[in-house]
């Protein structure tokens, strides 16, 4: 059951990333959506923190199975909030009040006033 919950966590993560990328760099041609940045970080987190309970289970119940299946959630989730935070920091794609903060820049423009 527990390699059954990991799999589906690492499944979802790996969707939300491919889907936040084919959104922000194909579908979004504005550079900027209408939701705040710790919404779209929130699952990434929850895989996180998933993989940190099932770790600490773990260890404090000695189970003898291999833990790479947290370790890679981990990594991928880590991945995710970078993602996030990466596309913001290079203009790629932003909340709307930053977007008008910043001038309504251009997708790819480094320009910043």
Known sequence: MRRI???????VNTGMILLYNCYSLVLNRTNHYGFNTFEVIMPFMAGIL???ILL????V????YKFILEVV?????????ANVILFEK????????????????????????
């Open 56 to 59: 600490i289970i773990r260890y």
């Open 90 to 113: 290079l203009n790629i794609m932003m909340p709307y009040d930053k977007w008008v903060g910043k001038g309504m820049i251009e997708k790819f423009d480094s320009k910043t006033p």
């Open 50 to 52: 998933v993989s940190i």
């Open 73 to 81: 959630l981990i990594g991928i989730s880590l991945m995710g909030v």
């Open 61 to 64: 119940k000695k189970m003898k």
């Open 5 to 11: 919950i990991i799999i589906l966590a690492i499944a």
